[in-house]
Each structure stands twice: as structure tokens, then as C-alpha cells.
């Protein structure tokens, strides 16, 4: 019996053995599922599966972030500005965690409830990465009905972005921006003054955790009570004979099996084949052993023989020879009072008890969703705090002014003559010398010829100055000679010049002078010519001829002269007629009479 138990206790430490050496598990900390879970404060933790004071929570929902000083990291603002182009933006940060202060008093009250228990941190969450599942990875996602109908006929918002994945490590964040019409910034802004909001955030992910799979309880036993009593009482008193007789024989037997299965397999991804084959080997070996009446648990004990007649040493009858020998006479009566009694008390009892359970680590989903509702704010909202603000964008600081530079119309004639372009360089200071802007123009001479655009603007911001310090500048203008006849400057020693008027004439540095000319033609017989002569850049150059002919329809001619200022126009006339002298003189007017 003792080498039969031997054998199959062998065996199931065997089956054992070979069920547990499998694939082996990570020995990495993974929470219960199914087991040990609490919840306090209205968290839920979650039991670890080696020690049993050691819980990992799961945060309630995700809620504005805030940053080392305690602030929400959060914005709304509106915008406004005459021209109509009025609306809103939307900035926030979003995370998915407990605050330290939340955290101790967790442990706190965790403690009153479980002596020596302890938070080891968050449970570790993943971020579903099947890209099949609808809307791409799981991730965290915006529900609202303001912010997300940038596509429909009725839009609330121009633009609409998130950072895209879920904030599931400690600390991280996910950041939600959206840039809203003049209708979504108030629908928005009202929205936000009441508890809950048109603003929530959906995280969704996965932890692992172990859950059981399979689980089997067997249990046998046999218990077997055999009792016998047998009395005999025998009295012999000289030929009488009274014997009495007791006998009481009685075996009772009880056999019990008994076979508990729990099967999660179905629904769980944990492959329980082995241990249902383990389970059917034990429950076969074991109803061997328990109902084989020769061998097994269940083999009767051997029965005790009852105290029968001839068992009771009383009066004997002579033998044979004592009959053939000793005649007819009887030997001598003994007298005897004989007792014998057998009492026996035989208990057997043979227990089995197998406990057979089977974990495995899944990945279980959660989902969580959280309100960017009022509630994160102070009771006694104004617009200007440091989470609602109203923008003017006509306010003074970003007020910008133009400065018109003007070509002065009477020069566009010097442009085919004398000049080649004009370039103008502009200065405006700030305090300090920061933020200075500086910019240049240039009247191109092809380009003026073409359109004979004579303005072009320069427009600088006010960046908060006040009263004249806004309306002062600096500028210079160079103009550029043709014909090699160099530069012209303003000023003239190539400083700055310093302004504050809206409108700057661009004047050349040099004078203009139209001059007519009177000739009776029918006194020409020969083509005659006037040669001008000025000082231009500080030299003198032959500028302009002008020739006469008899035949011309017109007497008079007009031309035009630049010069320096205050510098003198000189003249030839050559009449090409042996008759007439030439005449040469300074212009003293702006006509000429020829004679």
C-alpha cells in the first residue's frame, strides 16, 4: 500500500514539474486582476501579484495639466479688431496621472484599511498600437462639438490639432489647439463658464495584468471503521453446562471523490490543454487507487475470527485410549467457569487533496474620460485672468504707421538725362536701441519710365511708444548720377535726417529750369543750333543742344535744364550763316529772344 501511494504521489509531482518548467514568465511586478482589488478615495488599485501589500493605482481621469508652480496650463482667448476679423484660440495641455498630494493620501487611507500596505506607483499603461482599430492608433482623442467640425457645412473652427498620442507615462502631456470663428469663440466662452464644458478628452490604452485561467480542486477519501466484539461465557458445574454468546461483527466504508474545474480559457488567451490532460491523468490513477477493492484505498481489512465452541477450554471427553484402557468407567468430572471475550477496533482513513490553478498576464483596455469643465477654475472668472483673456488687436502696441516717399513729379524728366535711381534708407529707434527697424527703397529709373510710379511706403510699428517718441525717424537719400557724374546726397555729409511727417518728397538736390525759346524762322535760310551749357555735381557739362530749323511748323521751343542751385546757365548760338555773328551769353531769365 505504502509503495503504491509512493508511485502515484511520483507521478503527480512529475505532471507537476513538467506543467510549471514551460514558458516561463517574466518575474517583473504585474498587478491581479481578478483579486485583491480595493477602492479608496475613489481610486481603484490594484494588488500585486507577488506581495500582497503592494497595490498600483489607476489614475481617474485625464484633467488639465499644470506646470511646476501650480498653474493650468491652459488658454482661451478671444480677438477683436475693427475690420471684422474677429475670433477665438484655444490652447491646453492635457495629462493623465495623480498629483503627489493625492498620492499620500491614498497610502493614508489605504493603510487604515490594509495593515502595511504601500503604493508602489501607477499601473504601467501602453498605448494600443493596432493600427486596424478605427481612427488609426489608440490614442487620446477630443470630444467636441465646437472644436472638432472644422469640416462641416457650418464651421466653428478654422483649424483644429492634437499632438496625437495618449499622455500615459508620468509626466507626460498632450496638447490640444484649435483657432476658432468669431460663432466657436463665444459658443466656446460661454461654454466654459458653467461646471461642465464642451471640452472632453478620451484616453483609452491597455496595462497587463495576471487573472486566472484555470483552476482545479481534487479531492479523495476513503474511510474505512471495521469493529468486532465476540463474548463467550461458559459455565460448567458438574454434568450441567450453561454457555452464553455475544457476537457483533461491522465494517462501514465511506468513499468520496470529489472534482472542482474552473475554465477561463475561452476566454482569455491562456492555452490550458495541459493542464486539462494533467487533471484527467490525476482523476484516472486516483479512481484506480481509490475503488480496487484488492489493492487500493478501498481493500477491506481481514476479518477477526468470532469465539466459537471449541474454542472454550472447558470439561473434556476421555480419548480412545483412555476408552479401550480405562475401562467403563467415567474419569473424574472437572468443574470449570470459563470466560473468553475478543474486542477489536480497526480505522483506515486515506485523504488525496490537489489544488491545481494556472495564471496568465493579459492585456486588459481602459477607458477614460475626463471634462475640461469650470470646475478647474476659480469660482470668480474675469476674462482678463491668466486663462481667459479678450485681445483688441487695434490696441496701440500693435498700431503701425505708414511713411509715404514721394518722388517729386517735376524731375521725371532728369530720369532720361541725368539720373539713374534713387535709393532711400529708413531708421526707427527703440528704447535702447532695441527692436530698431531698418529698411531701404529704391526708385529704379526703367521702372518709373514704365508706370512712373512715384510712391512707395515704409510702415513701422508703434511696440509701445508714446506720444512723439512714436512719430519720430531717421532717413537718407542717395541719388545716383548718370553718366558718370558721381553722387548726390541728403544731407549732404551723409548723416541721418531726422523726421516726423507722414509724407517725405523726394526733391533731387539740384535745380530745374524750363527755359522757352522765340525765333522768327523765316529769317532762317540754314539749320541753326544753341548749345546750353550748366554745372551739374559741381561740373560743368554740356547738357543740352537745341537746333532750329527753317522749316519747323512752331517758332517757340521748351527744354528743360538741371542744375546745381544758384549755379549760372551759359548759352551758344551758332546761326551756321556767314551773315549773322554767333552769340554767346549767360542766361539771365527763362526765355531767349533770338534776333
Known sequence: ????????????????????????????????????????????????????????????????????????????????????????????????????????????????????????????????????????????????????????????????????????????????????????????????????????VMVTGYYEARIKSYGAVINAEVNTLYTHFSELQNKQEKFTRKQ????????????????????????TEGDNEKMEAMVEIITSQLTDLLFD????????????????????????????????????ESMEYVADNQFVLKKRKDIRSHQFYLNLNKSIVTKFPFFSTGNIGGNFFNKNQTPNNNYFKIVNLDDPDFQMRNIDFVLDGNY???????????????SKKYENGQHEVSKDLIFDREKLLQDQSLIQQIKYPRLGLQNADFIHFDYRIKFSMAGGRGELLVPADGTWANATASTISLTPPYKKTEITIDLDRSKLTVPATIQFTVTLNGKEENQTMVILRPTDELNTNVISLFHDLNSKIKYLVNWNDSNLKNQEATLTGNYIFLK
Open 1 to 200: 500500500m505504502i509503495n503504491l501511494f509512493f508511485e502515484f504521489f511520483t507521478k503527480i509531482i512529475f505532471l507537476i514539474f513538467l506543467l510549471l518548467v514551460g514558458p516561463s514568465e517574466s518575474l517583473f511586478s504585474i498587478p491581479k486582476y481578478d483579486e485583491g482589488r480595493v477602492e479608496v478615495l475613489g481610486i481603484q488599485l490594484l494588488q500585486d501579484s507577488k506581495d500582497e501589500r503592494k497595490f498600483y493605482y489607476l489614475p481617474q481621469y485625464p484633467k488639465i495639466a499644470a506646470n511646476a508652480s501650480g498653474d493650468l496650463e491652459f488658454l482661451f482667448m478671444k480677438y477683436v479688431d475693427e475690420q471684422g476679423d474677429n475670433g477665438g484660440l484655444f490652447h491646453a495641455l492635457v495629462e493623465f496621472a495623480l498629483p503627489e498630494e493625492m498620492i499620500v493620501k491614498l497610502e493614508v487611507a489605504l493603510q487604515e484599511e490594509i495593515k502595511g500596505a504601500r503604493i508602489a506607483g501607477p499601473v504601467p499603461l501602453r498605448q494600443t498600437m493596432d493600427k486596424e482599430q478605427q481612427g488609426g492608433l489608440a490614442r487620446f482623442q477630443v470630444v467636441s462639438s465646437i472644436t472638432e467640425n472644422s469640416g462641416s457645412d457650418v464651421s466653428f473652427t478654422e483649424t483644429f490639432k492634437t499632438s496625437g498620442h495618449a499622455p500615459l507615462l508620468k509626466g507626460s502631456k498632450a496638447a490640444i489647439a484649435a483657432k476658432l470663428n468669431q460663432k466657436g469663440a463665444t459658443l466656446l466662452w460661454e461654454s466654459f463658464q458653467g461646471a461642465t464644458s464642451d471640452v472632453s
Open 293 to 328: 477493492a484488492k489493492t487500493g484505498w478501498s481493500k477491506q481489512p481481514e476479518t477477526e475470527v468470532f469465539v466459537e465452541q471449541g474454542q472454550v477450554q472447558g470439561r473434556e471427553e476421555r480419548g480412545w485410549l483412555g476408552k479401550v484402557f480405562g475401562g467403563a
Open 412 to 426: 521725371i524728366g532728369s530720369y532720361n538725362n541725368v539720373l539713374n535711381f534713387i535709393t532711400v534708407s529708413f
Open 244 to 267: 452464553l454468546r455475544k457476537v457483533t461483527d461491522e465494517l462501514i466504508q465511506n468513499e468520496i471523490l470529489n472534482i472542482e474545474i474552473f475554465d477561463r480559457s475561452a476566454n
